[in-house]
């Protein structure tokens, strides 16, 4: 399987808070739910058309804690092609502490993690997604375990919160693959990772 992730993230690289202002209010964190109700029809096509090619669905676990709550509990949620996606494939969490998982279908990943990652990218098929998850994101980056990488830019800058790339970390080059931008300002890049940036000599 590819491992992708797709990330909605502001101009100033924030991650944190996107959906309900409620959802993730870590660290002082009061600004979130800056991308509900951003993008377009052709937007929110192209990330449900994501969900529904996946094989399977990768999480940390704040986020599947969060999705667990939503789109696998709640029925109008569940109903939704993104919520039938969820329920219908296999679930994976990079956990240490989760014990009892109350999503169906989901399965904790313990010890060895990357070993864990790379035994489930052999298995044949299409999409092993990871929505989300920061850290889980920034850890499989540095383990060169991401195939490819959507980010969802929201034009919006919240001036705080957690970065989806730290101010200090790994460097990585990216190939572009796809790019658009919709009527809403929204824009949408699919990279691949390329090694290491090339840096100018003097």
Request: charged share 20%; no cysteine; hydrophobic share 40%.
């Amino acid at each position: 399987m590819k491992l992708t992730t797709m990330t909605q993230v502001t101009i100033d690289g924030v991650m944190q808070g996107n959906g309900a202002a409620s959802d993730d209010r870590r660290n002082g964190f009061e600004r979130g739910g800056w991308a509900r109700g951003k993008g377009d029809d052709e937007t929110r096509t192209f990330i449900t058309q994501a969900y529904q090619r996946a094989e399977a669905f990768l999480f940390g676990r704040r986020t599947y804690e969060l999705f667990a709550g939503s789109w696998g509990a709640i029925d109008q949620m569940r109903a939704h092609p993104i919520g039938v996606a969820l329920n219908e494939a296999p679930k994976y969490v990079a956990s240490t502490t989760l014990t009892a998982p109350r999503w169906q279908d989901t399965t904790v990943l313990r010890g060895d993690l990357a070993a864990a990652i790379s035994e489930l990218k052999a298995k044949p098929g299409g999409e092993l997604q990871v929505h989300g998850s920061g850290i889980l994101i920034r850890w499989l980056l540095e383990n060169d375990l991401v195939d490819e990488m959507t980010l969802i830019t929201v034009p919006v800058v919240v001036g705080q919160g957690a970065r989806l790339f730290p101010d200090a970390g790994p460097d990585l080059a990216l190939d572009l693959v796809e790019s658009r931008v919709d009527s809403k300002g929204v824009s949408i890049q699919v990279y691949q990772p390329a090694g290491r940036p090339q840096y100018a000599t003097a």
